[in-house]
Each structure stands twice: as structure tokens, then as C-alpha cells.
């Protein structure tokens, strides 16, 4: 069975910002979502999580975007801050089948976004991540969960994506194009001339032809 998996949060530095909302869905079912501002404190946010997170056996899978690197590792460091980490805790985050598609794709600094957009997946909300923690501070908490639920949403669409590109042999050209046209769009900041900017975004979206197969396929 599978998951997919997203928090949103007030920063980037777990020992500066705490988590607003911690999202985990199961395949074909609905988003279950923690919100900060429902729940007595932070730690309770994430006790509740976990407990959750602790029903999931170790051999289903959870999908999430950039979430070994930031999303777990921060649930982590603010169990920490709060005094509320322990053996049990680390155990359930640390033993469960995470598959990180940011580090799948590359690892190579591409957002979510940009693969949305080479996949030709769009987005609903103009609620943005950078968004979330203004609006927290204006208790405008309905913006802050269409954003979350989205984002779920989203990486559950990418993995689709994802499947359908590995059964037409094409995900490891677009990796290596993807990279290419980051390299590219860089360079193209440096001229004065508008139009190799914008050739070098439109090309983002000729990405999917003729293109081999990637060696690790996607569960």
C-alpha cells in the first residue's frame, strides 16, 4: 500500500520555526491533515502524527518530496526542542519504507514545481509555501490547508506520472534534461536578450521524447 506524505511549516530552521500541519494520505482515501492551530501545542501535533504513522506497517511505502531531507529530519529536531523525543518515536519515524522523490529524480536542487510543470501537472491553488507562514501570522488557516492538501495531492499525481514514464522508457532523459535546462536558464539570466530567457523556459516542456529507460524503477 501506499502514501504520500507533506508538512508545511514556518521556516526552514527547526531550532527557529515549528510545523503547522502534517499531512498523510492513503492511496484512494482521504487526506487526514494535524493543524498546529486545532491542537493544545506543537508536541501534541506530533504525537498524534506518529501515532497515526505508527499503524502503517514498515513494508508499505510513503512517498513524499525532499521529506528525508527536510520533512522527517524537522519532525525529528522538534520533537527534540519540545523535550518529547524518545526511543519509541525515533523508532516509528526511522523504521518505516520513506521514498523520497527528490532524491529519486536526482537530488539536484529542481523543486517540486519545476517538475509539476515538466510533467505537465498543474496547480490549483495560488497558495504558495512561502505563503504559509504570512498567512499563519493572519490566522487565515483556510489558505494554509488548501496548500497542504494540494501538495499531497500533488505528489501522489507525480508518482503517477512517474509510473507511466518509466513504462514509456523516458525517465532518465529527463533527468538529464532537466539538469541541462537549469545549466541553460542560468546562463540565459546573464544576457540582455529576453527571448533566450524565455527559449530557455519553454524548453522545460520538450522534455518527453525518445528517451531511455531509467535503471531503478518506481514501486
Not at 488548501?146 to 507525480?158: I, K, T, Y
Not at 541553460?184 to 533566450?196: I, N
Request: aromatic share 12%; with cysteine; proline share 3%.
Amino acid at each position: 500500500m501506499n502514501y504520500y506524505f507533506d508538512i508545511e511549516t514556518t521556516g526552514l530552521n527547526p531550532f527557529e520555526h515549528k510545523i503547522l500541519t502534517i499531512q498523510l494520505m492513503k492511496e484512494g482515501s482521504q487526506i487526514a491533515i494535524w493543524k498546529l492551530w486545532e491542537e493544545e501545542d506543537e508536541a501534541n501535533l506530533i504525537a498524534k502524527f506518529i501515532y497515526s504513522l505508527k499503524q502503517i506497517s514498515k513494508f508499505d511505502t510513503i512517498y513524499g518530496y525532499n521529506c528525508l531531507k527536510f520533512d522527517v529530519p524537522f519532525i525529528m529536531s522538534r520533537l527534540a526542542c519540545k523535550q518529547s523525543m524518545n526511543c519509541e518515536k525515533f523508532q516509528v519515524l526511522y523504521n518505516r519504507d520513506w521514498k523520497d522523490l527528490y532524491q529519486y529524480l536526482g537530488c539536484n536542487y529542481v523543486s517540486l514545481d519545476k517538475w509539476l510543470r515538466v510533467f505537465g501537472i498543474e496547480r490549483g491553488c495560488s497558495v504558495t509555501g512561502a505563503d504559509v507562514p504570512h498567512l499563519y501570522r493572519q490566522r487565515k488557516f483556510a489558505g494554509i490547508e488548501e496548500h497542504a492538501r494540494e501538495d499531497v495531492d500533488l505528489c501522489q499525481e507525480l508518482v503517477k506520472k512517474l509510473r507511466e514514464t518509466r513504462e514509456s522508457r523516458t525517465l532518465e532523459r529527463v533527468t538529464e534534461m532537466t539538469a541541462f535546462a537549469l545549466t541553460l536558464e542560468k546562463e540565459a539570466e546573464k544576457m540582455p536578450d529576453s527571448v533566450s530567457r524565455r527559449l530557455c523556459i519553454f524548453y522545460e516542456g520538450r522534455f518527453l521524447k525518445d528517451s531511455p529507460a531509467c535503471e531503478q524503477p518506481l514501486t
